[in-house]
């Protein structure tokens, strides 16, 4: 059953930001993962307004998608975040594929 990451990120320093961008596809699909969505175009459709930018990653595993998050890779890529974004992350179980 697949699962996701979705993240909302408030960036404060794009030139940083595209150093931790560079890095994350890689280490994304070397835990069998893919970008569904990454900070394109987007309307609220009901509720708050939602101002940032917002990341959905597809994992073939809960499991897969908790690895990534964990891993020593994406932690040294997060570091690179650090300072340049404010950021949520969220994992979710998709639905079973029929």
Do not use: C
């Amino acid at each position: 059953m697949p699962a996701y990451i979705i993240g909302r990120v408030q960036v404060t320093d794009w030139i940083r930001y595209a150093e931790y961008m560079k890095l994350t596809p890689a280490i994304i699909a070397q835990y069998g993962g893919r970008f569904v969505a990454r900070g394109g175009e987007s309307m609220t459709l009901e509720g708050p307004e939602e101002t940032n930018r917002v990341v959905i990653l597809e994992f073939p595993t809960y499991e897969a998608a908790q690895q990534f998050f964990h891993s020593d890779e994406y932690r040294h890529a997060r570091t690179l975040r650090e300072g340049a974004a404010n950021a949520q992350f969220y994992a979710i179980d998709g639905v079973p594929v029929a």
